[in-house]
């Protein structure tokens, strides 16, 4: 988003205090939002991690997102959850308001759009700032090698393990165990 590939235009907030100050165009992690926040790619792209951080506002707001879920829609689906590895869903965000904090996404998440929702144990105001790491996805996966038994040769996994409504296999990852 900093390099500025994600235009205004692209970023949506369900919720916003002042559209003008802190609206959903000013949610690049050099700007200020409040509320949820949807980011439409356009394009499908593998998001590789998200980098959170708050608003100070001078001393006039001191805002954060603690936590925060993510869901994701690709071409002709239906919003999707995302869980890691791990099957954590919702997501550490910030303790302060400066610190950035990254989350690397194990697997990377495939879409044309992510919404992310922030969460909280008590009622506050939130306030995120956010940068996406990724590329666009050109193409997928163009050919791999199974033995004739069915098993897979070099212990690899080309199952999508985030979009369980789908056979594609967009997702490579190395199974070691």
């Known amino acids: 988003m ?3 590939e994600i235009q ?3 970023l949506s907030a ?7 100050s802190v609206g959903p165009q000013n949610a690049s992690m050099q700007k200020y939002m409040l509320g949820d926040y949807l ?3 356009e394009k499908i792209y593998v998001i590789t991690g998200i980098e959170t951080q708050g608003r100070y506002g001078n001393g006039t707001g001191r805002e954060y997102t603690t936590h925060y879920a993510i869901e994701y829609l690709r071409l002709n689906s239906s919003w999707i959850k995302y869980h890691n590895e791990e099957l ?3 997501f550490n965000g910030n303790d302060d308001t400066s ?11 495939i879409a044309s759009k992510i919404r992310i929702i922030p969460y909280s144990n008590y009622a506050r105001t939130m306030c995120l700032r956010v940068e996406f790491y990724g590329c666009i996805y050109n193409d997928g996966l163009m050919f791999y ?3 004739n038994d069915g098993s897979r040769i070099d212990n690899y996994d080309f199952r999508d393990k985030t979009f369980e409504k789908s056979n594609m296999f967009s997702h490579f990852t190395n199974n070691k165990k």
């Open 2 to 4: 900093e390099n500025g």
């Open 8 to 10: 205004d235009s692209q």
């Open 14 to 20: 369900s919720t916003s205090f002042d559209m003008t």
């Open 39 to 41: 980011v439409n790619f």
């Open 88 to 90: 954590i869903e919702i």
């Open 99 to 109: 610190t950035a904090v990254r989350q690397n996404f194990n697997p990377p998440i």
């Open 145 to 147: 090698s199974m033995n």
